[in-house]
């Protein structure tokens, strides 16, 4: 009888335990994930001029709607013109009388950035916010040759960015947001080598979370280059969202993954409300003095020690500028 008392306490003190844990585990997924602050502010856009890449799904179509909704003219940046119509038709009927318009993108290709970028120059005579919403995580290589994450990721974005410089500080204040991820904090060391292997130049620079950090360096770098400029950038942790990438995945492993769509759904954040950080840095009047920082739930966040080294900014940014032929 004793022993089956102490049976019993062991087993109530383990399951007890489990529980707790389960239970702290729920609280910090909760605080951590789900949970995310609301941009409040009534803040209009009327005559400004907005540039979103990326915007015919996820984050950047929630962003492209939220700004519309604020007077912006929206050009959304995309690669599926049949999708990106689509979200047109949406944000027109949600909004009356928006004003968003589609110019093609595709920054797997080097020369579909320099094209958008010289349409973009021509048709508009200045541009107040630029947000490099468009990301990817499939394996893969661009049209010129780079790894495919890190091309879409930085390489294209980076082009892109530079590109419009000029019309960015000819509109100044402006601002430009540069989509980043907690996932820069599994990023391995930065190998430039520059040779080709199995196709792929810069074969070194091949993984999402490395694709992430140098968008992180290139925000540092960016910010020290516009000192005096009143353009400022900032790079933006949306959360763990549920986006169409993920849809892709599951929908390519068969009628089993699919059955895990609605689960995935559950735990991660919708767009809206991975857009809300993103809109908070475009709007809030706060963020132009904090050019350069990395923003966490509207707020700035802690980054990796990494994302801020100066030496291996300034050396991505040679890199970048010999990668897509940048004089």
């Not at 909760?30 to 949970?35: E, G, K, S, W």
């Not at 520059?194 to 770098?221: C, Q, W």
């Not at 059955?259 to 709007?283: K, T, W, Y």
Request: net charge neutral; proline share 2%.
């Amino acid at each position: 009888m004793e022993l089956l008392s102490t049976g019993v306490i062991v087993m109530m003190i383990v399951v007890g335990s489990v529980t707790a844990l389960i239970g702290l585990i729920c609280v910090l997924y909760y605080c951590c994930v789900l949970r995310y602050k609301t941009y409040r502010g009534l803040v209009s856009l009327m005559g400004k001029n907005v540039v979103i890449t990326g915007a015919s799904s996820g984050i950047g179509k929630a962003t492209a709607l939220d700004l519309a909704r604020r007077g912006a003219k929206v050009i959304l940046a995309c690669r599926n013109e049949k999708k990106t119509s689509e979200v047109i038709k949406e944000i027109r009927e949600a909004v009356e009388n928006a004003d968003v318009v589609d110019y093609h993108l595709d920054l797997a290709s080097l020369k579909s950035v320099r094209s958008f970028a010289e349409k973009i120059k021509q048709d508009v005579t200045k541009l107040d916010l630029l947000i490099n919403n468009a990301g990817i995580g499939e394996q893969g290589k661009t049209e010129d040759g780079f790894d495919l994450m890190f091309g879409v990721n930085h390489f294209g974005p980076f082009l892109l960015t530079n590109l419009l410089l000029d019309l960015l500080i000819r509109s100044a204040p402006s601002r430009i947001i540069n989509l980043s991820s907690l996932a820069h904090r599994f990023s391995p060391e930065f190998d430039f080598t520059e040779e080709v292997k199995d196709g792929v130049r810069y074969p070194h620079l091949a993984s999402y979370p490395i694709s992430k950090m140098a968008v992180n360096l290139f925000t540092h770098e960016l910010s020290r280059r516009l000192t005096n400029t009143q353009v400022s950038v900032c790079s933006v942790h949306p959360g763990i969202v549920y986006t169409g990438g993920i849809d892709k995945v599951l929908t390519r492993g068969g009628c089993c993954r699919k059955l895990f769509m609605p689960f995935f759904r559950s735990i991660m954040r919708s767009p809206e409300a991975g857009a809300q950080c993103v809109i908070h840095c475009a709007i809030d009047e706060s963020v132009r003095e904090l050019s350069g920082s990395y923003f966490v739930d509207c707020q700035v966040g802690k980054e990796s020690t990494k994302a801020s080294d100066e030496e291996l900014a300034k050396q991505l940014w040679d890199v970048s500028c010999t990668a897509t032929g940048l004089v």
